[in-house]
């Protein structure tokens, strides 16, 4: 069993940038893929980047490639997700998630896996 807090959302403004946050505790880190992902007014809850336990491999989802990167840090139990040139569309609740023993294809194919923390808000005003 993991614990997982998110920080670092707040409001932004279009074209600016974010840094979140994931704290994880209560059992080996560095066993855990981690994901991002995050759920806007009314939509579904949809898939933003995963890392590998090791951090060696990550995806990202097609309307932030380019934009986002995630990244680990296993000695400080941390996952981040750099977030660059902000657009009014990547205003949502942002999770994290972490999964183990579990093939990475399925942070795309079953998300609802693995624990989540609360959350945070990243609001982008244009």
């Known amino acids: 069993q993991v614990q997982l807090v998110e920080s670092g959302g707040r409001l932004v403004q279009a074209g600016g940038s974010l840094n979140l946050t994931c704290v994880v505790s209560g059992d080996s880190f560095s066993s855990y893929a981690i994901g991002w992902f995050r759920q806007a007014p009314g939509k579904e809850r949809e898939f933003v980047a995963f890392?590998?336990?090791?951090?060696?491999?990550?995806d990202y989802a097609a309307p932030v490639k380019g934009r986002f990167t995630i990244s680990r840090e296993n000695a400080k139990n941390s996952a981040y997700l750099e977030m660059n040139n902000l657009k009014p569309e990547d205003t949502a609740v942002y999770y994290c998630?972490?999964?183990?023993?579990?093939?990475?294809?399925?942070?795309?194919?079953?998300?609802?896996?693995?624990?989540w923390g609360q959350g945070t808000q990243v609001t982008v005003s244009s």
């Open positions: 998630n972490a999964r183990t023993q579990v093939p990475i294809s399925t942070f795309t194919m079953n998300p609802a896996l693995g624990a």
């Open positions: 890392i590998t336990s090791g951090g060696r491999l990550s």
